[in-house]
């Protein structure tokens, strides 16, 4: 047999990634003999059955395997047949997914609840505009109140998305109310989170619930209340307490990290850990611990989805998505790893082992064997950022492994929340969706497109993401991002207003009216409850028909791997919009449940799923969807797709 490490030597490190930082580590891994989850993935094949998502082990008469070749060849012991189970085994990504963004929303709620009562006073409420207009939005009225009175009806009000019992979510006075009538039709408006994640778990519970089409529409009630609940209560408590994000120039890529400073990287999902090391890394007794040390100063740096988020709020530059984390702890020059939830890989402990870099988990939620704990507490939160700060200092004094950072930076302007897109197309005193509905309307923007979703080693890192985003604004697509595809079109150079230049002319003469890139970061994998509130206001804008189903927009997740990347899939496919997911797809074809999914919901007047692992497939998938909606709003002028060809490519790489 031949050894682990012999496999990996034959797959070129230019095979698992188009991101030349992530490479070049990659490499010096190999020759320093460290592993990473790039290597797993070639060693560990991927279980077919569990791929197809044909077993089922949620009792201890299996597990049964069914058979996808056969589906409905074999029924488990129970009797349950491959519909049930991969309904079931769906049920429960999008339960797992919905919890976390929205045990994540409820984490920022009691931080509100907390300063607002005078609890905690390290924070403070940075957006009174943006706390007045999330309370308008669902009937507060907040004429002649104190901004205290009004925060405080707001935290009343958003608790009910979660500890509800009966009604419908707060948010729900958001959504158009065509796609309203439609949910509360279907049975799928949620009460409130807690609730619909125990019903789901409930009734994916052996011998419950086994009709998919009862289950889905529990799993579509669930994932709303992801979308339009958890999600966007983070979105909105965190623009509230931290401000609200405006575009902002930042730097992307693992050539942020300063050899001569004091490296410290904050990973995860949660801004309050990010936000309070800002405030330590500023402090002028650690900057001058720092100095002592030998350092130039203290470089704080963020990965993934928090680090997102901040990079849109406050311009702080990022060093990678979700697999560039243990990557960049291959250069040697991080003197701290500071993660709190989601997306944390358990062999990041072994990586940063390896080069001497000290990693802390914070949150009582995620330990870590072989990861210190500082416990991170909002009452008094300098205590861990400024432990975290002082241990990355003694770090960096203490270097003794060799450094290699790569020497790649790329400039890009993030930060598009849905208020500044309002802002930027309108202007500041007749701000609003309307320009971007009339240039929808008059075809020089063909439709708007979500890319969204994380990097996963079993596709080549960003590639997939790059490709197809390119193929949409060259077809006149706006794109919006988040999460970890943002960041693979920022080291792309797709986030800057010259990138219009390929752009198709429509697109690109908007953009460059506005000076506008034609691929808008809006924020973290949360941060796509933005997007669903930009897609209601192009609804009550007009013009564009009377729900989300009728705009000429789609979704993507091209490298998607995580469970909240299901989540966020059914809540746009019940929001209306075509989602088309990459990597793999859970599901059998030519069963029944495929075929709702990939047709029947589209007939209940929501969206459905589509799958490509091609990202021209996906962009041509996309783009035929929505000239189908162009065509049904009567506002199809005869265009053709414009395809590219190698001319275009090559130019394209050499801009
Ligand atoms: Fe098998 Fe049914 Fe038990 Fe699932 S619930 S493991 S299909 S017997
Ligand atoms: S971090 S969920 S890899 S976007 Fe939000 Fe990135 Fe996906 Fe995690």
Redesign the pocket.
């Known amino acids: 047999m031949e050894k682990k490490t012999e496999i990996e030597k034959k797959v070129n490190v230019r095979d698992l990634t188009i991101c030349d930082a992530t490479a070049q580590m990659l490499e010096k891994a190999r020759r320093d003999g460290v592993e990473t989850a790039f290597d797993r993935a070639i060693n560990m094949k991927a279980c077919p059955i569990g791929a197809d998502s044909a077993c089922c082990k949620h009792c201890a008469m299996g597990p049964c395997r069914l058979n996808a070749k056969d589906p409905y060849g074999k029924v488990g012991v129970c009797g349950a047949d491959i519909d049930t189970i991969q309904a079931r085994n769906f049920s429960r990504m999008v339960a797992s997914g919905a919890a976390a963004h929205t045990d994540h929303g409820m984490s920022m709620l009691d931080l509100f609840r907390e300063v607002v009562n005078g609890h905690i006073t390290d924070y403070s409420i940075k957006d009174p505009l943006k706390l007045e207009s999330v309370a308008q939005s669902i009937g507060i009225e907040t004429e002649g109140k104190s901004v205290a009175e009004i925060a405080k009806e707001l935290y009343t009000e958003l608790e009910k998305t979660y500890i509800q019992i009966e009604g419908e979510i707060p948010f729900m006075k958001r959504v158009p109310p065509k796609t309203l009538e439609t949910w509360r039709k279907l049975g799928v408006v949620p009460r409130g989170a807690m609730r619909e994640i125990m019903e789901m778990m409930h009734r994916t519970h052996m011998g419950v619930d086994q009709h998919y089409e009862n289950l889905a529409q529990q799993f579509t009630r669930t994932a709303i209340s992801d979308g339009w609940g958890g999600s966007m209560v983070a979105t909105e408590i965190s623009d509230i307490l931290f401000g609200t994000p405006s575009p902002i120039c930042v730097e992307v890529n693992m050539g942020v990290l300063k050899e001569n400073q004091v490296n410290i990287i904050i990973h995860g999902?949660e801004p309050n850990l990010f936000e309070s090391i800002l405030e330590s890394v500023n402090e002028p007794s650690l900057v001058q611990a720092a100095k002592d040390a030998g350092a130039a100063g203290i470089n704080l740096v963020g990965m993934?989805?928090s680090g997102a988020e901040m990079l849109s709020r406050h311009g702080i530059p990022h060093a990678g998505?979700?697999m560039s984390t243990e990557a960049i702890l291959v250069t040697g020059a991080v003197d701290a790893l500071g993660v709190d939830v989601?997306?944390i890989k358990q062999g990041l402990a072994k990586v940063a082992e390896c080069y001497g870099t000290p990693m802390f988990t914070t949150n009582s939620r995620c330990r870590i064997e072989g990861a210190v704990h500082i416990p991170f507490d909002d009452h008094h939160p300098k205590e861990c950022t400024d432990e975290i700060v002082i241990r990355a200092i003694t770090r960096f004094k203490h270097r003794t492994h060799p450094i290699e950072i790569p020497n790649i930076v790329n400039v890009g302007v993030h930060g598009f929340s849905h208020e500044y897109i309002n802002y930027m197309l309108g202007g500041s005193f007749r701000g609003s969706y309307t320009p971007l509905n009339e240039n929808i309307i008059n075809g020089r923007i063909r439709g708007v497109a979500g890319v969204?979703?994380?990097?996963n080693p079993r596709v080549k890192q960003d590639w997939v993401h790059v490709e197809l985003v390119k193929e949409l604004i060259k077809n006149d697509i706006l794109v919006l991002q988040?999460?970890?595809?943002q960041i693979a079109l920022a080291k792309a150079g797709l986030t800057v207003p010259e990138a219009a230049i390929l752009a198709g002319p429509g697109l690109r003469e908007v953009c460059e009216t506005v000076g506008m890139p034609p691929v808008l970061g809006m924020g973290?994998?949360v941060d796509n409850s933005r997007i669903l509130v930009a897609a209601a206001e192009m609804v009550r804008e007009g013009g564009l028909g009377d729900s989300l189903a009728s705009l000429p927009v789609a979704g993507a997740a091209p490298e998607?791997?995580?469970e909240?990347?299901i989540s966020i899939g059914q809540y746009f496919v019940a929001s209306g919009v075509y989602t088309v997911f990459g990597v793999t797809f859970p599901i059998v074809e030519h069963t029944k449940f495929y075929k709702m999914m990939f047709e029947d919901f589209e007939k209940q007047g929501l969206g459905k799923w589509g799958f490509a692992v091609d990202p021209y497939e996906m962009a041509r998938m996309m783009i035929d969807h929505i000239d189908k909606k162009r065509k049904a709003l009567g506002i199809d002028k005869a265009r053709e797709r414009t395809l590219f060809d190698m001319a275009d490519r090559r130019s394209m790489e050499a801009a």
């Open positions: 999902h993934c989805c998505n979700f989601q997306c969204v979703g994380c990097t988040t999460g970890c595809s973290s994998c998607w791997m995580s909240k990347a």
